[in-house]
């Protein structure tokens, strides 16, 4: 995966109003933490981190000033519910080698067998175990012909060399299910009962 270069600064104010203030100037508070360390923080341009964040799971070369270079990537990102722009950003700090614990994108291809099956997302990322310079973007599992019962364990999904699963290898990723046919409506099949009922009278 490629490594992304932002420049950041030391940040010495807090609270709301300094969060503000931060903000208004385009740019996003965040806090580097891991390796046992005192949590540093830092603000970070938006429109760099935005870019940046598009890539899950993204490497990224923090410059900080006065304080060196730390690689890092993203574990915890706060969003506006509203407007979407960045809040804060949470970041752990990692070192080339080391191995570390993230989740993925799990993609499908294919299309499952005839007769209006549906397919279910029972985890939509996969916690993998992967080299912190070398994180997947992402999975890809083919669904082709598969009927309704058919399930994808996390054991049957290929993985990347050097990437080893997180979690339970008969967890679950993927089922296929019959579609169902639609309920009727509330109050239909009382009113349908009630002219039965009335047409035996």
Do not use: C, W
Not at 6 to 17: L, M, V
Not at 103 to 112: A, D, P, Q, R
Not at 159 to 179: C, H, I, R, Y
Request: glycine share 10%; charged share 25%.
């Amino acid at each position: 995966m490629s490594e992304v270069k932002i420049s950041a600064q030391p940040r010495s104010e807090f609270g709301k109003g300094a969060a503000r203030r931060v903000r208004r100037a385009n740019l996003v508070p965040g806090v580097i933490y891991g390796h046992g360390q005192d949590p540093k923080h830092v603000t970070l341009p938006g429109h760099e981190l935005l870019l940046a964040l598009r890539t899950p799971n993204v490497l990224i070369s923090l410059d900080i000033e006065g304080a060196g270079t730390e690689l890092v990537i993203p574990k915890a990102v706060q969003r506006d519910p509203l407007k979407g722009f960045l809040e804060h950003v949470d970041l752990l700090a990692v070192k080339r080698g080391e191995k570390v614990t993230v989740e993925i994108v799990v993609s499908t291809e294919g299309e499952l067998a005839p007769g209006g099956n549906l397919l279910e997302h029972v985890l939509n990322t996969l916690p993998v175990e992967a080299e912190a310079t070398h994180i997947p973007d992402g999975v890809t599992v083919s669904v082709e012909g598969l009927e309704a019962g058919a399930s994808v364990l996390a054991k049957d999904i290929p993985l990347p060399k050097g990437t080893t699963l997180a979690v339970d290898e008969d967890a679950v990723v993927l089922q296929v299910v019959s579609a169902q046919a639609e309920a009727p409506a509330e109050g239909e099949g009382e009113a349908a009962e009630g002219e039965a009922a009335e047409a035996a009278e």
